[in-house]
């Protein structure tokens, strides 16, 4: 099937065309600046149009089955990819306080297609929904029941598309049937999050009632003493002012002032104090997270690496699996600089876990998803 998979911002709009019996790219891009005024697209609906226009002659040789839409938040409704109509599509917009940035673009690129062509079928593929088979006992704050029922409070965790694409790969490489397989995989990019794989499904992960929860990130500070929010507003801070505080400018950012991995990784190779210490932050909160889920999942049989960090920085592997010794972690010098687009083992053969790096591939994952989602309707 040919899908073309549409990852929108409030912002921009990402696009790929897939085929998914190939597993070809044949056209990919970004459309920004909606809505900015200038040059750019005045909205979702006429960046569309510049989609439509920059694919024609493509289109045109071979035109699309379907269109599956990353949606950030499912909330508690939706477990799995589904195809869109109206109702999806205001159930999709009753989630948008859980996730005021996301789910009004994504609706937005979904009414925008549904305008331009109104019989494509079209499939929402959840960031949330891999999680929807945490217990209750990972999922729960320790909060007034009230919250949740009133407001939604709750665990729901995201980067979901990514973990489970990145499960299935890593199970196949080590040929270790899905449902038996338990392991620790960690999505390092410009977010992070980990997530405890049970028998093939999430039973744990970092991030919370929003991707700000868990590690150390590009710019988001992850866990911090939720009391620090309570004295930054008595010190005259806005909601918003923290909201921007910890989102945008903390993580390696707020730690270092980049959050570019490569540019901390050699500062700190230079000597640099400052850099040096931002790795040991993220390194050692990433290390005590993983043990944590070693033992959440009754011992893993893997530790995974994927994204931007975990598939590029081999000085990052190195750092993290040098804080795992407890556990018998222990990486191959030579694996582990290889470079490749190839799922891999990287430890040494005498490690008590294999460590593997499995490219994530979230596209694909949407396009395979939406594929099956329309041949099964
Ligand atoms: P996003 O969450 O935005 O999708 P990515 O998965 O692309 O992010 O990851 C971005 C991170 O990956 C950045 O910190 C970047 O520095 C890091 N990264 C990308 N390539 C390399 C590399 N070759 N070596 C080290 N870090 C890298």
């Known amino acids: 099937m040919r899908v073309l ?8 709009l990402k696009y790929q065309v897939r085929d998914t019996d190939t597993n070809e790219v044949a056209a990919s891009g970004l459309i920004d600046r909606i809505g900015e005024g200038g040059s750019g697209p005045a909205d979702h609906g006429e960046a569309m149009d510049q989609v439509a226009a920059v694919l024609e002659g493509e289109l045109a040789a ?7 839409h990353r949606v950030v938040h499912g909330g508690e409704r939706f477990s799995e990819p589904v195809l869109i109509n109206n109702e999806i599509t205001r159930a999709i917009e009753r989630l948008n306080p859980l996730a005021p940035l996301h789910n009004p673009a994504n609706v937005l690129g979904i009414r925008a297609i549904t305008a331009k062509w109104p019989d494509m079928p079209q499939v929402a593929v959840f960031d949330t929904a891999f999680h929807r ?16 029922r009133q407001y939604g409070i709750r665990r729901y965790g995201f980067h979901g598309t990514s973990h489970e694409f990145v499960t299935g790969r890593a199970a196949a490489l080590l040929d270790v049937p899905l449902d038996e397989f338990n392991a620790v995989i960690c999505h390092l990019g410009n977010g992070v999050s980990l997530t405890a794989i049970e028998g093939g499904a999430s039973i744990d992960t970092s991030m919370g009632f929003t991707p700000l929860e868990g ?5 988001r500070s992850g866990d911090i003493d939720p009391s620090i929010l309570i004295f930054l507003q008595r010190q005259g801070m806005s909601a918003d002012d923290i909201d921007k505080l910890l989102n945008r400018e903390s993580g390696l950012k ?23 210490l931002a790795l040991d932050i993220a390194s050692y909160r990433l290390a005590k997270y993983i043990g944590g889920y070693h033992v959440a999942v009754g011992g893993a049989h893997a530790l995974v690496f994927t994204a931007g960090i975990g598939e590029n920085s081999a000085d990052f592997r190195a750092l993290v699996a040098s804080r795992l010794g407890a556990l018998g972690v222990k ?39 939406t594929a099956a989602v329309v041949r099964g309707a």
């Open 133 to 148: 088979t945490l217990p209750e006992h990972a999922w729960r704050y320790a909060v007034p029941d009230a919250l949740y």
């Open 215 to 219: 590690l150390v990130m590009g710019t």
């Open 254 to 276: 707020g730690l270092y002032g980049d959050n570019d991995m490569r540019a901390i990784v050699d500062a700190a190779a230079a000597g640099d104090a400052r850099a040096k």
């Open 62 to 68: 071979r035109p699309l089955d379907a269109v599956g």
């Open 5 to 12: 998979v549409i990852n929108s911002g409030s912002s921009s």
């Open 331 to 369: 990486l191959d010098g030579g694996a582990n600089l290889v470079r490749s687009s190839a799922p891999r083992v990287v430890s040494a053969p005498d490690s008590a876990i294999p460590v593997l790096v499995v490219p994530t591939d979230e596209e694909q994952a949407i396009a395979e998803a």
